[in-house]
């Protein structure tokens, strides 16, 4: 009960430093108006979650992951109230990360691959349930009869290119290319009975609008997306030669309008034994429609804005198609739908992903009681930007995060329930030879003691040569070994795993070990991640 009173406390205290917040800065206000007004999160301009302001949060996350740039971008439809650079679009040149920096948005393209598919069912071109060899006859027979609903749900089973061990990331392909490299491999599992995220069946799905809309995907998704919205940092690598991008034009701006605040693309990177190399933005060109568009955050969100309407897609029921879990032909659901993934929080999506030398993340939180969407982009290859996306969402709308300390303790939302996600983690590690100490049922436990815990569990595992390393710096440290991942129910029936954050952890008990610190912290993120994400890409 203490606990309960001073929750309540803290609340009360919150609550009155809004409304002096409130009232100080509209002093205008009635009483009665002013408390209204702090009740609700839009529009409330103190941007921050759990004591941490939304520029420190992006400021730690880059300086802790060696990020060279990154930019933002938030959306209260209809409104983009805050679109924002950091640091470098470039470290060889003088190029700052700003609104109108481009990057490439890697499987985020899925998002106009989709909609272009969608115009042209509208437009009565095609139909979801035409089979693929259909539109691209010369398709090996395995794939041929696989429909297009299910490329959209990467429900094939057809290989992904991307895991060919042929496949050179950075090297130009043509789209028969990359189907050469896939179609000498068998199905990964009969279509429509499970799903499993393939570029490759965005490269089908790009040729199918190519086919339909007798254009190229480059043209469709420009005249149909791009240009109707006046996304003017949104257009695919092979358009960079039609501009004086890399003419360090800085110095123009003084006397040519179009070089203030410029369009321009920012440079890849990858880290290649401990040094951020860059990437040629030609390595995207062979993702095509799972991964070639570049955009700004800017323009992304105002695509976001256009998506959530009928402006892209007209009909409600197709915009359905896409923004809830997908039911596969044998009645399996899945929360995942054309790159987009679902968790237990109403409404809410998210699409996200690495390519060559780029980071992307988009999320819509679409409950009316919500209305929250996060963009963010950046220059380094493989970062996962869950977590400080989450961060900033908290940020504009109390309660979308998890309410625990992020710097201490890594919170993750799960798509799937907590025995769901306790045996996807088990497989997991049990892949990996990691063996499992011991699994607690916290719920279970309180059940027996008369008591209600909603669902809570208990991973306990580790790999003990690691462990042991780390005990050698410090002993007390076997307080915290092995490792623990809580599973666990919130009130309003969602799924997080927590773990306790490495880099403060071995801070704690003074343990002077970085390398072997930051592998694991890397371990425990590529675990969760794909214990609790559908595709796990």
């Avoid at 034009?249 to 309008?257: L, V």
């Avoid at 809410?348 to 963009?375: N, Q």
């Avoid at 998890?402 to 907590?418: D, L, M, P, Q, Y």
């Avoid at 306790?500 to 425990?524: E, F, H, I, N, S």
Wanted: proline share 5%; aromatic share 8%; with cysteine.
């Amino acid at each position: 009960m203490a606990s309960k009173r001073i929750t309540c406390s803290l609340k009360s205290s919150l609550e009155v430093l809004v409304l002096t917040l409130s009232l100080s800065i509209a002093p205008g206000l009635a009483p009665s108006d002013a408390a209204a007004q702090a009740d609700v999160a839009r529009g409330n301009a103190v941007l921050s979650a759990r004591g941490k302001f939304i520029d420190q949060r992006v400021a730690e996350f880059m300086e802790k992951n060696g990020v060279p740039g990154m930019t933002m971008a938030i959306v209260q439809a209809p409104y983009i109230p805050r679109s924002a650079g950091y640091g470098r679009a470039s470290l060889a040149d003088d190029e700052l990360a700003s609104t109108k920096t481009m990057w490439n948005i890697g499987p985020l393209t899925q998002g106009f691959t989709t909609v272009a598919i969608f115009q042209l069912l509208e437009a009565q071109k095609l139909d979801l349930r035409d089979v693929i060899g259909k539109y691209l006859p010369a398709l090996p027979a395995a794939w041929a009869k696989t429909t297009v609903f299910q490329l959209l749900q990467h429900a094939s089973g057809i290989p992904d290119y991307r895991t060919s061990p042929d496949f050179k990331d950075g090297q130009a392909y043509k789209p028969a290319d990359l189907i050469a490299l896939s179609q000498a491999r068998p199905l990964q599992f009969e279509p429509g009975t499970q799903v499993g995220m393939s570029a490759t069946d965005f490269l089908l799905l790009g040729l199918i609008v190519e086919r339909a809309s007798s254009m190229s995907f480059h043209d469709h998704v420009t005249r149909n997306q791009i240009e109707p919205l006046g996304l003017r940092s949104t257009m695919f690598a092979e358009d960079f030669s039609k501009k004086s991008f890399r003419e360090k034009p800085h110095a123009r701006f003084k006397s040519e309008i179009p070089y203030i605040n410029p369009v321009e693309p920012a440079v890849g990177y990858r880290d290649v034994q401990g040094k951020l190399v860059a990437v040629d933005p030609r390595a995207s060109e062979s993702l095509f429609a799972f991964g070639s568009l570049w955009s700004s955050a800017e323009d992304i969100s105002a695509w976001d804005i256009a998506l959530a309407g009928g402006i892209l897609v007209k009909r409600e029921e197709n915009r359905a198609l896409i923004y809830k879990p997908t039911r596969l032909d044998n009645g399996t659901m899945v929360p995942a739908m054309a790159g987009w993934e679902f968790t237990r929080h109403p409404g809410f999506m998210e699409i996200k992903g690495s390519s060559p030398g780029f980071s992307a993340y988009l999320s819509r939180f679409t409950a009316p009681s919500d209305l929250v969407c996060v963009t963010l982009l950046a220059n380094r290859e493989g970062l996962d930007l869950t977590g400080l996306a989450r961060d900033i969402a908290e940020a504009y709308k109390a309660g979308l995060g998890a309410g625990v300390s992020s710097e201490e303790i890594v919170t993750r939302e799960s798509k799937f329930s907590v025995d769901e996600t306790v045996v996807r983690l088990e497989k997991l590690l049990a892949e990996q030879k990691v063996p499992v100490f011991a699994t607690f049922d916290h719920a279970d436990n309180a059940a027996k003691a008369g008591m209600e815990l909603r669902p809570t569990k208990v991973l306990v595992f580790g790999n003990p040569k690691v462990g042991t390393k780390l005990m050698q710096g410090s002993q007390a440290m076997a307080l915290d070994l092995p490792l623990r991942l809580s599973i666990w129910e919130d009130a309003r029936n969602r799924v997080w795993v927590s773990y306790r954050a490495m880099d403060r952890l071995a801070a704690g008990y003074d343990v002077k070990d970085p390398a072997t610190v930051l592998a694991l912290q890397r371990v425990l993120e590529r675990l969760v991640a794909k214990a609790t994400d559908v595709y796990g890409d």
